[in-house]
């Protein structure tokens, strides 16, 4: 059974150092991908935008800035109070969100609840996975070889 953590927050859209617009977002982590974790946008535009990166990624920024490329994340203060800066670069065009701390940190403690830190693996299944694959080859592997009497070398 795979579980999912949500959590609704409304972020700001930085335009400009003084003007930016709140964005509704939902946060999303399920266990059944549990490296992941996606942040959808909803911008005004038909389909919601979602971004899907690295929930390390986002761990690390709470504390430090983090990312390269395309998601950076650093910690910050904007009028007395903790936010955390979320940059995305893509080709078509790049956005600053600026999102409150405590939200964040709340719904990663609520993820990390589900899933720890360092147990993400096991959460995979990939270990059963490779065991049913391999299985009927091992059963195979465990059959006597018939030997050609032409591959017997006289020489011994």
């Known amino acids: 059974m795979h579980t999912a953590v949500e959590r609704e927050l409304e972020i700001d859209l930085v335009l400009s150092p003084e003007d930016s617009i709140p ?30 990166f690295s929930r390390e990624l986002l761990m690390e920024g709470v504390f430090r800035p983090s990312g390269h490329g395309d998601v950076r994340i650093w910690p910050a203060q904007a009028d007395a109070r903790s936010i955390l800066c979320i940059a995305l670069t893509s080709p078509d065009g790049n956005a600053l969100l600026e999102a409150p701390t405590a939200g964040v940190t709340d719904w990663l403690d609520r993820t990390l609840q589900v899933v720890p830190r360092g147990s993400e693996w096991d959460e995979l299944g990939l270990d059963e996975a490779l065991d049913g694959l391999l299985a009927p080859a091992a059963r195979e592997d465990a059959r006597p070889l018939e030997t050609d009497p032409s591959d017997e070398n006289p020489d011994g």
Do not use: K, N
């Open 23 to 52: 964005v509704p977002a939902r946060f999303s982590y399920r266990s059944d991908d549990p490296y992941a974790v996606d942040i959808t946008f909803h911008v005004g535009s038909q389909a919601p935008v979602r971004w899907t």
